[in-house]
């Protein structure tokens, strides 16, 4: 089953042009830092936003299995009882109540997709494949990509690439465009923030650039984590290595607007309180200039 947490319109970051962007649950990582929590799990989760809540108990009233209790701090969730089933989100009159997670016919998707068309004609445009990880649902989204080739759709797919050769070899066939994750180059430091190594990471991105396929690169810039000089010129170093150079290095400055996230989600952000923060005007200005002394074109933002 593949489940999508949110479908983006009118999208100007995610590649070329006015693009629709569809965000697919499920990633390998865990990063620390996700702006897109509940986007890591590979199934259905609950969001519950204390702010919109007006405490009439219409979800408590609607709730099969009795897991949610109206208390002077908002609704609680007995997470044992909880299935998931919606029908909280459904009564909610505010959707303080949502259910993230939510499965589409391929059919559905395109019809979406198709009337977003003269936006993205008049643009350049297209269409963007992102998550958690697009490559986890490899056969779902071949289907999506060959349907949007068919009828001469821009194609692209925001990914880490941890996934296996043959299905990044198969997913070049059918998009135009990778727009690639790259968190440090620093295979233990992955692990810490992202639990998981990059050695996978790093092999898929060098096979991109051996297939002579347009790229991006994609860097979450925080201080405390990948921001420094070293790690910023091992990135640059490597990428100048390649056979093919990305089309643009998009330096992503750090923000925390997963903290929310996790608040509804009865999570918590950063558990370990490891010391990030945005980088300072120095920082990024020195670390474009590095990727320019490589010779690659580098962006704040994108």
Known sequence: MSLLFDIK????????????????????????WCHNPEGIRNGRDKLYTRQKCLGCGSCVQACPQQALTLTPEGIVTDRERCTLCGRCADACPTQAMEISGTEYSLDYLMHEIEKEIPFMDQSGGGVTFCGGEPLLHADFLLELLKRCGEQGIHRAVDTTLLARPEVVEEVMRHCDLLLIDLKSMDSDVHRLYCDVPNELILANIRRVAEADFPYYIRIPLIEGVNADATNIERSAAFLASLPRHPEQVNLLPYHDIGKGKHEKLGTVYNPKGYPMAPPSEAVQQQCLRLFEAYGLKATIGG
Do not use: E, H, Q, W
């Open 9 to 32: 319109r009118y999208a100007i970051n995610d590649g070329p042009g006015i693009r629709i962007t569809l965000f697919l649950k499920g990633c390998p990582l865990s990063c620390v």
